[in-house]
């Protein structure tokens, strides 16, 4: 029991991360007013250390630090880099409608490193403790940000919601590890899959744990049946903030499944490979169909996120390494195409006036045309249409399908996506066959946002053209 | 052993009845109250096993000072119980059918026969000089150092977010502010002197010194 | 007589060692009442009650017995039950926490490890009492000196908390006896001098914990009439006046356990071993405690009350940062065995 210093090397990023979170909070209590614009160059700074740093520790062998807590290995390695990445996206996107709307202030920044500073931990958990920590981190700190505007009674509504159903998401989760540790005797996961490996499947004990797991899992996705909270949140938060919540988490969320499902309970695969069968068909299946009847865009994204958990579930259902890499692949994926999408909003914001409705995005097209097929490539990529990176994630992930012999499967997963591509096509048509509204003014744009959209957009198109390495990556990171 | 699983069952039970009270009171102070004694029995439940640390603490933090400012909150609110209670009666069938319908099959799935003590071997008991604050201690500031920060981090993100959401400076408020009033300084702060030379009286002065000294002219 | 003693069963010999605690403890509350009416009286140069008995020895009976047939009365909107329960619930912390405080060396009702947070547990309980009491009796005084208590209790506990985290660190040990022997030496060796700031924050959140002058806002009598208990009249009454002289004698004892070394002789060991009345024993702790006692009479006389926000103040942005530095220092200290406390 002696503390080593090299224990702190493996977790750099997460230090530079808290680092800057510190640093912002000390510096916005003395700046000046006029000044405040200096925490969000500290917050850039400070990200961009943490992905330098994640690329100088990554790479290497799996190692075990902090007496079995925490583990670098490359999926933590690259899990880490993509939602430094998208992060940085995020708060480029954020900073003109914070500084419209008087709401550049540290608490924001503050809040949404925590919140990374939370995913971070936890796609590098290795024990439940570690995971469950990371996750309430994260989820704390999105709780405060969905309510960040306090003069906004939806944005209160929403919180509220979320807080009521994350926490009792948590309990799920909490309750069903308290009943995997109560049969496996640790909450490291390598003793509870060697414990696993001994006691067979024959506990009852352990599989009622994974069920109340997987749902606390189905909980923090937003995937069908526990889906209620999402559209609601998505609607009432502020959009930088669904900005910042429908993007990168999902990553995290994807690193939470796997440590769980995969490191921990890789035994049981057998059955939650069920479970997340009945819950990718309904989310894909609901998320499709309910996504068309939706008038607010945040809405309509919010639906269709749940429709992409389901092909993120997908692929993990497959339990192959092909299968996991595909989930990967379209988690990573996803996570850039939604913080287009929502920085588009953003863009097409401005004081007193927040973009929400379909309707809102008539005639881009003649109001900013590059912004305008930067959005197009965004829609085109979440339906699915190729050369795009959304064609290729669900190729993967229906090819890891296949392979295990679930071919309904993804016939049923197609039929679906080619219900959704109804409602992503919509929006490209409102965007270039329609006129825009008579009082909508030229879209404002400094130059950093610009440059951040054009990069995410053509990113989409690259990653779908040549979406090798990539998927070399996440291939190299199961061992396929 | 006889006496210890009489206290175990007395505390129990204690602490189930009290649970019920919590979610059955009409009165939220009394709801609150009930969950003190919910907290202080689970607390004596946890000395039963030798966690003396864990239960004193428990009624440290929890009963001593979550439940306080829990209680300071409830006092000054004017909760509206009628309407509470409304909803509470409307979904309370509805909620009783589920509870029990999950109870059932929870106790088909997984029967006590799961948890019995044949499925967990007792551990061994502590030695009396065992001191298990010391052990916790040890475990917590190296195995799981890094669990314990970021728990720390956590505080600090609900302090952050308590005062973003709740703190508002309204203006126009009358607020003292207690260290600028006791940095009030004897001499200068309090008591002006001021030297004023009085014109006025001066000139009166000066005319009845101007009387005297004539008169006395006078009767020289 | 040893014999006579183990031929008890234990639990008799258990509740005898209580009653050998807490009738002395009652008897002392009787006095320490009277105690505080003399002392002030000197300090106002006035005499004191001087009528029942010689001298006004007999005036605590006089007044238990008045305070005995005098009725109780229950407001009319009053929560009945917990009303009758707070001032049981406010004398049951202050009467538990005797059990562990040790006597004199290995003369402790519970030698168990973790004394001092036990105490500080079952004070941090006393609060409810008054939060009760305020609560169930349905009136605005009551209630408004029920919430000063609670928010400045809190505040305090917390200084309290972390003062008692230095001794901890000091003597390496919860249990009480075991602070005591950590001070052996001399009067230099004893805490109060390494401890100094936390002394201090614990000697004054001692009396803003029991709710006295200078800290007595909970009750306030010229501004919310008599706070928490402004209803409760006889008994009732009485009981919560002997909880708080009873949590001021458990406060006095504390100080002189955890700073001033207990029973042990201000003089260094090798002078004073045999020697009657120098050498180490329950005079001593029972002198230090008395001090302390009479520290708090002396406070009330002198000291006018604090304003409310200033004890919010005093507590959270002075005392809370003082302990907090302390403790670092402290620990610095005992890791770097700091002669002559922490040399061995």
Redesign the interface.
Known sequence: ???DAANLLP?LPEIAV?LTAAIV?VVDLYIDERHREVIHGLTLIGLVVAIALTGVVGGGATELV??G??VRDPLADLLKGAILVVSLLVFIYARPWLRDRGML?G?FY??GL?SI?GML?MVAAN?F??VY??L??LA??L??LV??D?DSSRGAEAAMKYFVLGALGSGMLLYGISMVY?ATGSVEFGAVAEALATQGME???L??GLVFMVIGIGFKFGAVPFHMWLPDVYEGAPTPVVLLLGSAPKIAAFGLAIRLLVDGLGSLQADWQGMLLILAVLSIGLGNVVAIAQRNIKRMLAYSTISHVGFIFLGLLAGTEQGYAAAMFYTITYAVMATGAFGILIILSRKGFDAERIEDLKGLNERDSWYAAMMALVMFSMAGVPPLVGFMGKLLVLEAVVRIGFVWLAVVAVIFSIIGAFYYLRVVRYIYFDKPEEDAPALASSGGVRVAMSLNGLALLALGVFPATLLALCQSVFGA | MGFEKFLFYVFAAITVLAAGMVVTRRNPVHAVLYLVLAFFSSAALWLLLEAEFLGLVLVLVYVGAVMVLFLFVLMMLDIDLATLRAGFIRYLPLGVVIAVVMAVQILLVVGPGNFGAEQFPTPAAAAADVSNIEEVGLLLYTDYVYPFELAAVILLVGIIAAIRLTLRRRPGTKYLDPTQQIQVRKGPDRVRLVSQVSTAGLREEQGARDVAQSQEDGSA | MIELWNSLPVVMQILLKITAILVPLLLLVAYYTYAERKVIGYIQIRIGPNRVGWRGWLQPIADALKLLFKEVVIPSKADKALYLMAPVITIGPAMAAWAVIPFDAGLVLSDINAGLLYVLALTSLGVYGIIIAGWASNSKYALLGAMRSAAQIVAYEIAMGFALVGVLVAAGSLNLGAIVEAQAGSVFTWFWLPLLPLFGVYLISGVAETNRAPFDVAEGESEIVAGFHVEYSGMAFAVFFLAEYANMILISALNALLFMGGWLSPLPQSWVAGVPLLDDGFHWFALKTGFFMFLFLWLRATFPRYRYDQIMRLGWKVFIPITIVWILVVALAVVYRLPPWWSA
Request: charged letters at 10%; zero cysteines.
């Open positions: 029991m002696h503390f977790i808290l909070l902090f007496a807590n925490v202030v608490e503050m809040l925590f500073l931990v024990s403790v570690t920590l990371g309430e981190l704390l700190s709780y405060a309510a960040f306090r109560g506990n009852k004990v599989v009622f």
